[in-house]
């Protein structure tokens, strides 16, 4: 079984920042691709980042891609997004997930929600204009 906590979601204001944290435990074979996933009220699940806990490989979204990063601390079992330039359009609930090594590559294409085996609490970020 996996366990994943996520905390560090808030209230800002557009251009502002927020760092999450997902702090996960249990099998590592299942928690061998993290990623974070968004969810809008009214929209799909979003994939926003991605990170292989072998070797720190990282993948983020268009929609993200220089203002969020995706990091590890392999010693803390935590997986972390930092978020900069936060806009209105970033606001949602955050999600951290884990795949299992038996998903295939983490960086792979076409990668979606059902792939990832175990979900985090959610965590929510509003930015305001």
């Known amino acids: 079984q996996v366990q994943l906590v996520e905390s560090g979601g808030g209230s800002v204001q557009a251009g502002g920042s927020l760092t999450l944290s997902c702090t996960g435990s249990?099998?590592?074979?299942?928690?061998?691709?993290m990623a974070w996933f968004r969810q809008a009220p009214g929209k799909e699940r979003e994939l926003v980042a991605r990170?292989?806990?072998?070797?720190?490989?990282?993948m983020h979204a268009d929609s993200v891609k220089g203002r969020f990063t995706v990091s590890q601390d392999n010693a803390e079992n935590t997986v972390y997004l930092q978020m900069t330039n936060l806009k209105p359009e970033d606001t949602a609930m955050y999600y951290c997930?884990?795949?299992?090594?038996?998903?295939?590559?983490?960086?792979?294409?076409?990668?979606?929600?059902?792939?990832?085996?175990?979900w985090g609490q959610g965590t929510e970020v509003t930015v305001s204009s």
């Open positions: 249990g099998s590592t074979d299942r928690r061998y691709c």
């Open positions: 990170i292989a806990s072998a070797g720190g490989a990282t």
């Open positions: 997930a884990a795949g299992s090594r038996w998903l295939g590559p983490c960086l792979q294409p076409g990668l979606k929600a059902a792939d990832f085996g175990a």
